[in-house]
């Protein structure tokens, strides 16, 4: 089964295709050559994986998902939330993204924070959303060459460790991204139960 994930980002792409696993091909919009670029000007991630899945559903008539995912601070009202990716600047910059972070939390006793993903499956003409979220504590120093963003800097719940310092295979056991990804795959496979044996998630 092939299914198009609307994003650019070969880390999720990479995460993805490890949580789906054979049979599903996963494609990223560059295995489809888009190069519009999609900006993200919704005001929260449901608004931004919607607009992301739709801008390729509607555009090359296939059903498709996105994502969006936030770093939501306890301590910082929510922040950096659906500014993750730009909190330091344009360029989203890990590095600096973090640093800004670990300095606005200078001093907090509140370390507490969660990931958070949510998925948009444009599929049929209707839209579908759900939600992944990991519970932790933001470190006081990233640690950790792992995964991306935030990562070096996020401790899940019931690790000492950070998401940086933890293997893919461990991310992926208790990721924000996995658990969203689970209730999308639960729901495709419920869907093509219920449709017909042979659901094509791509009508190309
Ligand atoms: P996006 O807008 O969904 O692409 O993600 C926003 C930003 O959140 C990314 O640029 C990363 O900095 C961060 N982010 C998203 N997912 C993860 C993750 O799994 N680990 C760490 N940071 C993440």
Redesign the pocket.
Known sequence: MKIIFATS?PNKIKEVRHLLGAPSEILGLSDINWSDPIE?TEPDLEG?AMLKALAVSNKLEVDCFA?????EINFLQGRPGVK??RYAGEN?D?VK?MARVLEEMEGSDDRSAQ?RTIIALSMDGALHLFEGIVRGRIAHNPAGEG?????PI?IPEGFDRS?GELSAEDKSKI???ARAMEKLVLFIEAYAKCKSPELQLSRK
């Open positions: 980002n993200e931004n994502e969006d995912t936030g770093l993750s990716a989203n890990a993204n990931f995964g991306f963003g935030y990562d996020f998401f990721s924000h991204r």
